[in-house]
Structure formats: structure tokens, C-alpha cells
């Protein structure tokens, strides 16, 4: 069982850059592809950004790409989401997630076998 712990989350204005983390329990974090998905209020959970074990797979939602970088450093178990240029449209609970499918960054949720509680990202305008 994997346990996910995400943290970074916030307040900010447009335009500012906030970065999320996600930590996990597992020793063998390295296997997983990990991902990273937002809920709005009253809309579906949607893909952000997924990569592969070793980091050299990525993939972005059209929505955030220019803007959002994802990554990981499998020495410290933890994934990063950094978010730039923020739009009053990210303002979402965002939520990582761990995939046993570690060789691809996989954009259905259904390839995610844990998630994290979520963190709040509200954006101002």
C-alpha cells in the first residue's frame, strides 16, 4: 500500500507560481509512473500531468503545458508539480496519484492504483 502526501497548496494571485509535492511511504516509489489530476468544484477530476519511473516520459494536459512542469527526484520518494503563470481556471483541489504502469506518464485515472487527500490551489484575480 502506497501512501500519498501532498503539500503546497494555497492561496495566489494570477500570474504566481505555487509548487505542489507529493511524498510517498513506498521504498520502491521509483516503480511507479506517478500522475497529477485536479477536481473543481462541481466538475469531473481531470488529468494535469503524468511521468514515467525515471522522469524521461512526461505528459500535459493542453490546458496547463508551458505553464506547469512536472518531476521527481526518486532519492527523497517525492513528485513535484511546479505551476507558473496561474490562471483564475487552475483553482482546483489537486491531487496526486501512483501508477504500477511505471513506464509511461499515464493521463487516464484509471492506471492509478493511489491517490493522496488532495490540496487546495485557489488562484485570484
Known amino acids: 500500500q502506497v501512501q500519498l502526501v501532498e503539500s503546497g497548496g494555497g492561496l495566489v494571485q494570477a500570474g504566481g507560481s505555487l509548487r505542489l509535492s507529493c511524498a510517498a511511504s513506498e521504498r520502491t516509489f521509483s516503480s511507479y509512473g506517478m500522475g497529477w489530476f485536479r477536481q473543481a468544484p462541481g466538475k469531473e477530476r481531470e488529468f494535469v500531468a503524468g511521468i514515467s519511473w525515471s522522469g524521461a516520459r512526461t505528459n500535459y494536459a493542453d490546458s496547463v503545458k508551458g505553464r506547469f512542469t512536472i518531476s521527481r527526484d526518486n532519492a527523497k520518494n517525492t513528485a513535484y508539480l511546479q505551476m507558473n503563470s496561474l490562471k483564475p481556471e487552475d483553482t482546483a483541489v489537486y491531487y496526486c496519484?501512483?501508477?504500477?504502469?511505471?513506464?509511461?506518464?499515464?493521463?487516464?485515472?484509471?492506471?492509478?492504483?493511489?491517490w493522496g487527500q488532495g490540496t487546495q490551489v485557489t488562484v485570484s484575480s
Open positions: 496519484a501512483a501508477s504500477r504502469l511505471s513506464g509511461g506518464a499515464e493521463v487516464w485515472s484509471g492506471n492509478y492504483d493511489y
